[in-house]
């Protein structure tokens, strides 16, 4: 069964400064990053093994990989200033090495981390997170997926935040990692009509960027998220002429542009 993440956190609530390296000595069983918190470390397992759980909408946690001596975690929130995707519990006593971005600066040489394999690592596990969260990306061809891996850009934004206006042109195609999104019409009365809210592995904002068009829908965070963010810039210079990604997103912005006369027509 996998393990659930105990109620005590070893991450400091003070916040005081962080040594540049620190070793740290935990018994099995204890949690040394929560999902959703703040990431201004990684750490490198020197000595035993961990676990790596990831909840959504409060379910229990699940178990989605084990790391052991040798590997690293942590590193995408530490170098994209995002917050923790991933709780890691331990499984058995561990010596865990903690770096701040300091410590990854000045001692990253002398513990065998390198800043271009953190890099690497970082990508490897975004796109991991993409194709676990969106069905549409994991079905396209391996060549394409990577190239979106190194393309989308992390970011984290807090509740209540417009990422999409009605009627405005959208500047990046959108995939949601973590948190909720509520996506509505508004009427010439004024009167909104709701569309389902965006969860865990949507993706949104192709139309604006495949068709040069205005969004059809205004999209705001309900609860803070975690977003993979492809400029349209990048969009168009690099995935424009790939006629896989394009198909794909054509396909579901049709089907968005027919809800959307639909709900348009609702009086």
Same mark, same amino acid.
């Given at each position: 069964?996998?393990?659930?993440?105990?109620?005590?956190?070893?991450?400091?609530?003070?916040?005081?400064?962080?040594?540049?390296?620190?070793?740290?000595? %935990?018994?099995? =069983?204890?949690?040394? !990053?929560?999902?959703?918190?703040?990431?201004?470390?990684?750490?490198?397992?020197?000595e035993g093994r961990v676990a790596v759980l990831r =909840?959504?909408?409060?379910?229990?946690?699940?178990?989605? =990989?084990? %790391?052991?001596?040798?590997?690293?975690?942590?590193?995408?929130?530490?170098?994209?200033?995002?917050?923790?995707?991933?709780?890691?519990?331990?499984?058995?006593? !561990?010596?865990?090495?903690?770096?701040?971005?300091?410590?990854?600066?000045? %001692?990253?040489?002398?513990?065998?981390?390198?800043?271009?394999?953190?890099?690497?690592?970082?990508?490897?596990?975004?796109?991991?997170?993409?194709?676990?969260?969106?069905? *549409?990306?994991?079905?396209?061809?391996?060549?394409?997926?990577? &190239? %979106?891996?190194?393309?989308?850009?992390?970011?984290?934004?807090?509740?209540? &935040?417009?990422?999409?206006?009605? @009627?405005? $042109?959208?500047?990046? *195609?959108?995939?949601?990692?973590?948190?909720?999104?509520?996506?509505?019409?508004?009427?010439?009365? =004024?009167?909104?009509? $709701?569309? $389902?809210?965006?969860?865990?592995?949507?993706?949104? @904002?192709?139309?604006?960027?495949?068709?040069?068009?205005?969004?059809?829908?205004?999209?705001?965070?309900?609860?803070?998220?975690?977003?993979?963010?492809?400029?349209?810039e990048v969009f168009r210079k690099a995935f424009l002429?790939?006629?896989?990604?394009?198909?794909? *997103?054509?396909?579901?912005?049709? &089907?968005?542009?027919?809800?959307?006369?639909?709900?348009?027509?609702?009086?």
């Amino acid at each position: 069964a996998s393990p659930s993440a105990p109620p005590s956190a070893t991450e400091p609530e003070v916040a005081t400064p962080a040594p540049p390296v620190c070793t740290r000595y %935990l018994q099995a =069983g204890q949690v040394v !990053v929560r999902e959703g918190d703040p990431g201004n470390s990684m750490f490198v397992v020197l000595e035993g093994r961990v676990a790596v759980l990831r =909840g959504n909408d409060g379910a229990a946690n699940t178990e989605v =990989g084990r %790391l052991g001596a040798g590997e690293f975690f942590g590193e995408l929130a530490l170098l994209t200033g995002t917050k923790r995707t991933a709780t890691v519990v331990t499984v058995e006593d !561990v010596v865990l090495l903690e770096l701040t971005q300091a410590g990854v600066r000045e %001692l990253g040489k002398d513990y065998g981390v390198k800043g271009d394999e953190m890099q690497v690592t970082a990508k490897e596990r975004l796109l991991a997170d993409t194709l676990r969260s969106n069905p *549409l990306i994991a079905a396209l061809p391996q060549e394409v997926q990577h &190239e %979106l891996g190194d393309a989308f850009v992390p970011c984290t934004v807090p509740a209540g &935040e417009t990422l999409l206006t009605r @009627g405005q $042109p959208g500047d990046a *195609l959108y995939v949601l990692l973590r948190g909720k999104c509520e996506v509505f019409h508004t009427h010439g009365d =004024g009167r909104q009509s $709701p569309y $389902p809210l965006l969860e865990e592995g949507a993706l949104f @904002g192709e139309i604006s960027l495949l068709r040069s068009r205005l969004a059809t829908a205004t999209v705001r965070t309900v609860t803070p998220c975690t977003l993979l963010k492809l400029e349209r810039e990048v969009f168009r210079k690099a995935f424009l002429g790939q006629p896989d990604l394009r198909g794909a *997103l054509v396909r579901l912005g049709l &089907e968005r542009l027919k809800h959307t006369i639909e709900v348009m027509g609702d009086k």
